[in-house]
């Protein structure tokens, strides 16, 4: 099996979780090589996400991963031909994350969106081709040592304290809620100097200060 792709919109995720982790124990067997699961919970309450399986990571076909609206929970890798990772939604800490990157050695593409629970990310790769962060709101620091870097996004997430190793070009925009004063125009200054690749910058904030 080439693609594997589940997009449900439940009330219960509980109802599901058998028949979901059968679907995906399926792939699994069918050796699938690109696998994207996104389960959107359709409540006012604040429901847990769906809990994903080890069958996921065991699956050592996948070279594409794409997860919406999970939660990992003790997890050991085994997809070891893993190119393409995209998490949204993802529920994990720091150290998750860096345990699932370092057992991704052929990882090249890599995209987190609105992983409110990561807030210092470390990175360090030979690999990685393409990296991008948006609006992960606990965001505080950045270390990226990845010489090769073809690709560079950060979106909408607080100003990190940052050491980026990377020389290919930056795109960069934040998109605030909060007054940006003082303190956040010296921290953006201190994260634009990193580089000086930066091809795109857009802000829009609310200042009341200029920065200069």
């Not at 359709?42 to 994903?52: H, I, N, Q, R």
């Not at 050491?163 to 909060?178: E, G, H, P, S, Y």
Request: glycine residues 2%.
């Amino acid at each position: 099996m080439h693609k594997f792709r589940l997009f449900i919109s439940v009330l219960d995720v509980e109802e599901l979780v058998p028949y979901i982790d059968k679907w995906i124990g399926l792939a699994a067997e069918k050796e699938v090589k690109e696998l994207d699961l996104d389960i959107l919970i359709e409540s006012d309450t604040m429901d847990t996400p769906y809990t994903l399986p080890q069958t996921i990571f065991s699956a050592r076909s996948v070279t594409i991963l794409r997860l919406v609206n999970c939660k990992l929970e003790n997890i050991s890798v085994g997809c070891l031909q893993l190119k393409k990772l995209f998490f949204g939604g993802v529920s994990l800490m720091d150290q998750q994350f860096h345990y699932f990157i370092s057992s991704f050695p052929l990882l090249e593409d890599l995209i987190l969106e609105y992983c409110h629970f990561l807030e210092r990310i470390t990175i360090s790769s030979n690999q990685l081709k393409k990296f991008g962060l948006s609006s992960c709101l606990s965001m505080e620091a950045l270390d990226l040592d990845t010489p090769n870097l073809l690709s560079f996004t950060y979106n909408d997430s607080p100003i990190p304290t940052s050491r980026i190793n990377a020389l290919c070009l930056w795109q960069v925009k934040f998109d605030t809620d909060f007054t940006f004063d003082t303190q956040l125009c010296l921290k953006l200054r201190e994260f634009l100097g990193v580089s000086n690749q930066i091809k795109d910058l857009k802000i829009d904030a609310t200042p009341t200060v200029v920065c200069v």
